[in-house]
């Protein structure tokens, strides 16, 4: 057998168009492109031959997949031996299929969409205290921006102290909301408040009705803080006096004959200023209580604001954050700094009636009730 020309005359020795002393190879698979089913020609090589070829060069090397071909191998030259024959000098030739399998793409790509939601839900989130794999809760103390090992409770006093909070993914830095002097003052009693510390409570029910309202009355000169100073302070500056003169300023009038008037007048003063009674023995209504209604829900507006910028700075990480650090351990930090915020506002002002009365005897509890 010779190289590409059988009739040439060439030196036995050379290699070129040389004759052929042994076989050329073991086995010889032969790949069928052109077949009826799965046609191998429509397709590029790249894609369709090549990747055949691959495939098979990869089962021939693969340690499992090698076994197999070996063992074919062995088995051949067996049976070539029981002929009479040797496959030394005799190559084999097999065929190499290519097949389709039919993949259902749906159901994986949706299992990888699930498995890729729920290991991002676990980097972000940071699940804990897992039964049957189901998380229970979410770790507190991995907000990498306050210091892993911090709890958001932890945060909660501080963040009453805050003098102002800015929207760290505002662009320009101008979306902000600065903080009253009620909720400084609230952190301060929060800390230092104790049944057991008459201190605190002696130092709150000796406070006067002034300066109580210099931590009500908001600071600021936009419209509605100004507004709503104005009508707290003209309710303040009224007194019975002024309402109800004795009868010495009423021109003529006896003391005797101004008792009825001056009744009237201070019944009418409470009635207006601080509300007429209800079946309870409240009373509801009144230009003053209104003017704290007012107050009280622009503190708890402005408290909402705040809470509202810190939890969108805490969620959404510090900007030019790594993705996953900006991300990860927030929404336990944050949940956990609600937490402490509720609790330190029951402790020192959410006792309800049954707690009174259980406590009654404690001097310095009853007084905070």
């Given at each position: ?62 340690v499992k997949g090698g076994q197999k071909f070996t063992e074919h191998e062995n088995n051949m030259n ?151 100073r104005r009508q707290v302070n003209a309710i303040l500056s009224l007194s019975l006096e002024t309402v ?126």
């Open positions: 057998m010779f190289y590409h020309n059988d009739e040439a005359h060439h030196d036995s020795k050379d290699i070129w168009q040389g004759r052929i002393q042994h076989k050329l190879f073991d086995y010889m698979y032969v790949i069928d492109g052109r077949r009826a089913r799965n046609n191998l020609s429509q397709y590029l090589p790249d894609i369709g031959i090549a990747p055949s070829i691959a495939d098979m060069i990869s089962a021939i090397l693969d067996e049976v070539a031996q029981g002929q009479g024959g040797s496959l030394g000098k005799t190559a084999n030739y097999g065929a190499m299929g290519t097949y389709t399998i039919i993949l259902p793409i749906y159901h994986i790509v949706e299992e990888f969409s699930h498995r890729l939601g729920l290991e991002t839900l676990e980097a972000w989130l940071l699940p804990s205290n897992k039964v049957d794999g189901i998380p229970e809760s979410v770790v507190a103390d991995r907000n990498q921006d306050v210091g892993t090992g911090k709890s958001g409770r932890d945060d909660a006093l501080p963040f009453l102290r805050m003098t102002q909070v800015v929207d760290a993914h505002d662009p320009e830095g101008k979306r902000m909301v600065s903080n009253t002097r009620l909720m400084p003052e609230m952190a301060r009693i929060a800390q230092r408040y104790s049944p057991d510390n008459p201190g605190v409570v002696s130092e709150l029910v000796g406070r006067t009705l002034q300066g109580w309202l210099d931590l009500f009355i908001p600071p600021g000169d936009n419209p509605e803080v100004e507004e709503i109800a003169p004795t009868s010495n300023k009423a021109s003529g009038e006896k003391p005797a004959d101004g008792l009825r008037r001056i009744e009237d007048a201070i019944r009418t003063f409470k009635a207006r200023h601080l509300g007429g009674e209800n079946f309870e023995g409240r009373r509801d209504g009144g230009d003053y209580r209104q003017a704290l209604e007012r107050l009280a829900a622009f503190h708890q507006l402005r408290f909402q604001q705040m809470l509202n910028y810190q939890a969108g700075n805490i969620l959404n990480g510090l900007p030019q954050t790594d993705p996953i650090r900006a991300k990860s351990g927030r929404l336990g930090y944050l949940r956990d700094l609600f937490a402490g915020l509720e609790k330190r506002n029951h402790d020192v002002f959410g006792r309800d009636d049954s707690e009174c009365a259980i406590n009654g005897n404690n001097e310095v509890f009853a007084a905070t009730c």
